[in-house]
């Protein structure tokens, strides 16, 4: 093994360079991992590119014990426009924002960004394609193996909201501005006061105890014309008060969540990105198929209300929350 000097930390925007393919293979074990974390074979399209940071990933929210924690990472990235095409992963349409070690990033002038331990027999391109599957399911379906479903083998604990250095990092990285982390944080309070109202009788409530936003489905109506709407055409996201009455008061319509990270984007146009078909079942590795299910162009999960997670996943919208913009 060699060592090699390490440079600093990057922040939000600062330009990187992706190692070249020989030298981050060289990284990784025998399964093509490191710490835990896969390279996957859709990252390759990233070697030697120079990119931008998006946002530190020093937590991430659990989508497989969907606890409602936060789990903590060291020395990872994510990179602007560095999404999963699930070329490899059966087509999974998902989209997900890739996680990238600082070891298989460099300078703007090579150096890298952490230590690197280099191993003698590197994996093979080969190798990272055969992780991409698991043992396939007592039904004989296959099952795939990605950064999402390894959430859990390369992050550590839960992270408590009450653990504020997690904030001061938030701000001092260049994740989110000052302002809206105190912003979040009144609203982490606020709702944790609200829960803990519930208890109490009807008329010492505020809105019942709801958390704000306050968010809770009024229908569901009945569903509205389909729209099928295509990629490229430009919708605009319906209020809240109009999507309320289609939502149960578990907030979902048909079994899809209506989240309160959808809410900002309320009034907004965007334009269709893709019909979404299919996704990797992220606790099982399973494919599942999906029907009405649309993600829009740079509407990510911004996790206003939900501790900063920088992972930026796509909400997925039904075609009764949006409506068709005419164009000239």
Known sequence: MTERKTGSSPRAGDRVMVRGKDQILATLDKNGRLGGLPFMPEMLAFAGQEMRVFKRAD???????????????EKTVHLVG??????????????CLLFFREEWLAKEDGTPLAEVAEVDSPPTEADLDIDTQQDPGADGEPRYRCQTTELLNFTSGGLSPYDWSQYVTDVRTGNERLGTVLRGLLILFFNIVQRR????????????????????????????????????????????????????????????????????????????????????????????????????????????????????????????????????
């Open 82 to 95: 560095a999404r999963c095409d699930g070329s490899a992963h059966g087509g999974c349409q998902a989209g």
């Open 197 to 328: 109202t519930r208890r109490l009788p009807f008329w010492l409530r505020i809105h019942d105890g709801d958390e704000y936003p306050f968010l809770r489905g009024t229908g569901p109506s009945k569903a509205p014309e389909p729209l099928n709407l295509q990629p490229g055409e430009l919708v605009e996201i319906k209020s809240k008060a109009e999507i309320l009455p289609t939502l149960k008061p578990n907030n979902t319509n048909r079994g899809m969540v209506f989240d309160a990270e959808m809410l900002p984007y309320c009034g907004k146009q965007a334009r269709v990105q893709r019909r979404l078909d299919r996704i990797i079942d992220e606790p099982t590795g399973r494919m599942i198929t999906l029907r009405d299910c649309l993600i829009l162009e740079d509407v990510y999960c911004r996790a206003l209300y939900h501790r900063f997670c920088p992972r930026s996943i796509y909400p997925y919208w039904r075609e009764a929350w949006l409506r068709r913009v005419d164009q000239p």
């Open 59 to 73: 937590k991430t929210c659990d989508t497989i014990e969907q606890t409602g924690t936060r789990r903590r990472l």
